[in-house]
């Protein structure tokens, strides 16, 4: 039989009696159930919200580029290939494409769409391109040069009205000419290819078509570009990636003057910045409530003084130091808070994995046509919420036990 310490066996033992008062059982177990129920909910809370933040973050920046080099005059690049190959590029890059970009207008069969035209070129694309994977008809191998052809999103051609293999109307706000008779917008007719569907707001504000029939709306010469966009394999990592590239700007031609290095935080960072604001805020309120459980565990250590002062007292006469007291009631106070915190990180964990499960059961639609609720867990984030809880149990016992301890045994048995 393994032999405990002495302050961890008395600690257990009052902890597990069934000789304390039911009101002193009820707060205890009171503390231990609002410990738990504040641990499960955090980390139910968390994962949810990381599971939305990977979500907006696979989705949106899978589609939008990361990074865009381009040349700061905003004129067409030439030589896109060797510019490719005089940049440094940081570990962080995963790969570099070429891209033709421009605001533009799509109309329909009855309705008009203000719309970002991003040209690509399909061949140059990474394999595993999120907008691939979201392709919901057609293929993007059905963007050819020349044929004129787009994608558009599921969202968007449902509010166009129009069908694969229809045609819309796309006006650049690039690519006008002057002429006697006024601006000439630089239009024309497309025929949509296939619809994707990423579940974010570019599926209602961004047209996909190959890059060169881009340059041939936009009136670029040929074989230019906008730029450069970059893939990373940590879209977060795009303020790091942009402050490498600004320190090397390649020398370039006079009349294209220096790089222009952008990334997605300009478009989207406020999106990204008001999930995580939401998700501190999510954390301080269900941290106040593990707090407030953590608190609680002061009231019931002091009523298991109050309730077992005359067995304190003798424990001291039978010759047991003021030492091994404090660690006997401080183990004691922090039972209730270890063992809620163990049981919220054991609940919340599993109903995590199974929480669409569960809202299924319950007739719970949060999504239509269905979508799960996205979930993450973040294991680091869920230990450092455990780790957080048993030390505020830990500091709030500390006083009280600190108190007890200093008691003198014959002034408590005087009365017993």
Sequence with gaps: MIKLP???YLALRYSRSRSRSSFTRFISHFVMAGIMLGVMALIIVTSVMNGFENELKTRILGVVPQVTITPQQQTPMANWQQLQNAWQWPREVEHVSPYVQSE???QGRNNMQAVMLQGIYPDAEPANSVLQQHITSGNLSALRAGEYRVFLGRPLA???DVQVGENVR??????????PLGIMPAQRQFTVAGTFEVGADVDSQMLILHGDDAARLFRYPEAHVTGLRLWLDDAFAADVVTSNLQKQQPPLAASEGEWLIANWQQRFGQLFAAVRMEKGMMMIMLGLIVAVAAFNAVSALVMLIQDKRGDIAVLQT???????????????GMYSGVVGSILGLILGVLISVSLNSVLGLLGVDLFAQGMALPILMNYQQILQILFAAIMLTFLATLYPAWRAARMQPAEILRYE
Excluded: C, D, H, N
Excluded at 170 to 179: F, L, N
């Design 6 to 8: 002495v302050s961890v």
């Design 318 to 332: 039978l010759g047991l130091s003021r030492q091994r007291l404090y660690q006997t009631l401080l183990l004691q």
């Design 104 to 106: 533009g207008l799509v």
């Design 170 to 179: 796309i006006t650049a706000a690039k690519g006008q000419q002057y002429t």
């Design 158 to 160: 449902r509010q166009l």
